[in-house]
């Protein structure tokens, strides 16, 4: 049944620091469910610790002639200060509030420039607890970031001086579930457009995709050298590393883009269509992220047919299967860990039957991170909350 505009449920959305995957989320929900009357605003990704502290004051007053509306439910990232922002504009008090954990500061790993804006990082964490306290219900897009976040908040309440109440976080794991970002259908299915790939493997060079932030908590560095590695041992293969760069680039890439630079077919961001073919064309996806609350990126390509490899850590064991993850000892000695498992993958894509295998059993791991799968999830649980509010309000 087709619902009228006037009788849908009317959806506030605020996402509180734009980033690349909170903006895909928040597209997939607004284009995905139309059953929904959405409103959306949308805060720049720039200057973190002031759009963390300050996006309240920023959605109250600059965007309040839109929050004063009347809505059936608040939906908020977690990036947003909902305790301030409830304070600032009490009709938002009214209606059920749901919150998005994309990520989460307790499980960030940090650098020179964070370390030294350690009061940052504990008000970005102190905001993100006081907005779980005023949720209704709470979603994390991985297992990992859900525990990573209660671990994380329990050791930091247990640092504070005095006045926090024993048992503070006490039923809020019964108000949270995990529920991924959803893979769009636009992805292509891993048996499109793929003929190349039947091609015996001697015939062509594998294609490697690196897709990730050009930042350091992806460890590009570690990538960059078991590349140098694999091109010194002999093996062919040709580069794709694309994603989102920003002003300051790990020098790494300036090194990679000389030594590499014969096997280098795509570098820096790519359009979507651009992008989308990449993935396609490409043999295996690689992740030495010391961060990745859920992985879009490995996800995507997963969803194109592309062999994921990736440390056994973060919330990769979720969805890639065990044989493709490479094990942690000795930290030290992750680019030797790394380059003996593409050895050994690269002999292993010899076999077409291989091949076949890991394509299905990736697939497997995947499907519930799908669209088609997800998207009825969200609007189930989106009904419910307006609902169950409603019976609350009787």
Known sequence: M????????????????????????????????????????????RYFSWRVRGNSLTFAFQYREFLIRQYDC????????????????????????????????????????????????????????????????????????????FDGAQQLLKK??????????????????????????DILPIDKNRADKNEPEGSRPLQIVWNHRWEYDKQPEIFFEVMDLLKQQ???????????????????????????????????????????RILVDSDIVISTALHDFQGLSMLQAMASGCVAVAPHRVAYP????????????????EVGTLYKKLRDIFAALKNPDWREQILLSQNQSIKHYRESHLLIKYEQLFNASIEEFKSDQD
């Open 2 to 45: 087709k619902i009228s505009a006037a009788t849908k449920p009317r959806i506030l959305l605020l996402s509180g620091y734009d980033a690349a995957s909170h903006s895909y989320w928040r597209k997939r929900l607004v284009e995905g469910l139309m059953n929904f009357s959405w409103t959306e605003i949308a805060l720049p990704d």
């Open 74 to 149: 608040l939906i908020v990232t977690s990036m947003v200060d909902l305790a301030s922002l409830r304070g600032f504009v009490p009709q938002l008090t009214e209606i059920p509030n749901i919150v998005y954990f994309h990520e989460n500061q307790f499980a960030y790993p940090t650098n020179e420039s964070t370390d030294k804006n350690s009061a940052n990082i504990v008000s970005a964490q102190l905001t993100s607890i006081y907005s779980l306290l005023c949720a209704d219900k709470i979603l994390f897009n991985s297992n990992y970031n859900q525990q990573t976040f």
């Open 160 to 185: 504070l001086p005095d006045g926090i109440p024993k048992q503070l976080l006490a039923g809020m794991s019964k108000k949270s579930q995990v529920l991924p970002v959803p893979i769009s259908n």
């Open 234 to 276: 002999g093996l062919s293969f040709q580069l794709h590393v694309v994603g989102q760069s920003f002003r300051q680039v790990p020098s790494c890439f300036k090194k990679a883009r000389q030594s590499l630079n014969e096997e280098i077919l795509s570098w820096g961001f790519q359009s979507k269509e651009v992008y989308q």
């Open 318 to 333: 979720e969805y890639i299967p065990e044989e493709n993850l490479y094990q942690l000892g000795d930290p030290i000695d």
